[in-house]
C-alpha cells in the first residue's frame, strides 16, 4: 500500500513540544527542497476538524471511552485515506503530530480501555500503516501540564476535554508512552523534553539523518 514516501510521527504527554519540533523538521526538508506534508491529529481533514470538535469539546464530559476510541478511529480513518496515503504513494515525506500510540496511551493507559481492542480498532481504521520512525518526547505531566497553562494564560487557547482530565490520568498516559518506547524500540526513539528546543531538534535531526540514509527519496 505505501510506496515511496517517509512517514514520521510525533507523539508524547500534553506540553512536550511536539508541535514546535514537527514545524522544524518541516522546515528543514522544505531547505533540502524536499516535498513535506506536516498534517495533525485529531484533525487534518475537515471531517477530522468537525470530530476533533466533538473529542475536545469540554461539554463532552458524558462521552464513553468507547466512542472516544472509535471517535479518534474514524478521524485518523480519513486522514490516512485523504491526505497521509496519497502523499506517501507520491513519494512525499509526512510529517503528523500524533496518530495510533497516541490512542494507545491516552485511551488505553490512561483511560483503561482494553489494549487489544484500541490496536484492532485503529489497524482496521489505518490499514495497518505505521510510521517508520516516532519520535516520542517525554515530559512528567507536572512539567507538561504546566507548559499547556503558559500557553493558555497567553491567550493560544482555552484547556481543551483531555487537558482538563486529572493527574493520575496524564500519568498513566506517560507511563503508556514509556511502555511503548520499551516495547517499540526500532520504530520508537524517546526523547526528553526538558533539555531544550535546540538539544531536542539535534536529536530528531540524528534520527531523521539515520533513516534517510537508508532511504531514496525524491526531491
Ligand atoms: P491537541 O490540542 O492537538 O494537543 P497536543 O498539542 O498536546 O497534541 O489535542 C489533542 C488531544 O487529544 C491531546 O490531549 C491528546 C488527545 N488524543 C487522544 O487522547 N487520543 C488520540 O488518539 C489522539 C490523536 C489525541
Known amino acids: 500500500m505505501k510506496k515511496n514516501g517517509i ?3 510525533f507523539e508524547g504527554p500534553d506540553g512536550a513540544g511536539k508541535t514546535t519540533q514537527a514545524l522544524k523538521l518541516k522546515e528543514y526538508f522544505t531547505q533540502k527542497g524536499i516535498s513535506c506534508l506536516l498534517t495533525r491529529e485529531p484533525g487534518g481533514t475537515s471531517i477530522g476538524d468537525k470530530i476533533r470538535d466533538i473529542l475536545l469539546d469540554t461539554e463532552n464530559v458524558k462521552m464513553s471511552a ?4 472509535f471517535l479518534y478511529a474514524a478521524a485518523r480513518a ?5 491526505v497521509i496515503l496519497p502523499a506517501l504513494e507520491e ?3 509526512v510529517i503528523c503530530d500524533r496518530y495510533v500510540d497516541s490512542s494507545f496511551a491516552y485511551q488505553a493507559f490512561g483511560l483503561g480501555e482494553d489494549t487489544g481492542f484500541v490496536l484492532k480498532t485503529n489497524e482496521e481504521a489505518t ?6 520512525l516516532t519520535l516520542l518526547l517525554d515530559v512528567i505531566p507536572e512539567d507538561g501540564l504546566k507548559r499547556q497553562q503558559e500557553r493558555h494564560t497567553k491567550g493560544a487557547e482555552a484547556p481543551d476535554r483531555i487537558e482538563l482530565k486529572d493527574l493520575e490520568f496524564h500519568r498513566r498516559v506517560r507511563q503508556g508512552y514509556l511502555f511503548l518506547a520499551a516495547i517499540q524500540k526500532e520504530r520508537v526513539l524517546l526523547i526528553k523534553a526538558g533539555q531544550g528546543e535546540e538539544e531536542v531538534h539535534k536529536k530528531v535531526m540524528k534520527a531523521v539523518e539515520t533513516l534517510l540514509s537508508t532511504r531514496v ?3
Open 7 to 9: 512517514f514520521i510521527t
Open 66 to 69: 468507547k466512542a472516544e476510541v
Open 78 to 82: 480519513q486522514l490516512v485515506t485523504q
Open 91 to 93: 513519494g512525499n515525506v
Open 127 to 132: 490499514g495497518g500503516l505505521y510510521p517508520d
Open 217 to 219: 527519496i525524491q526531491g
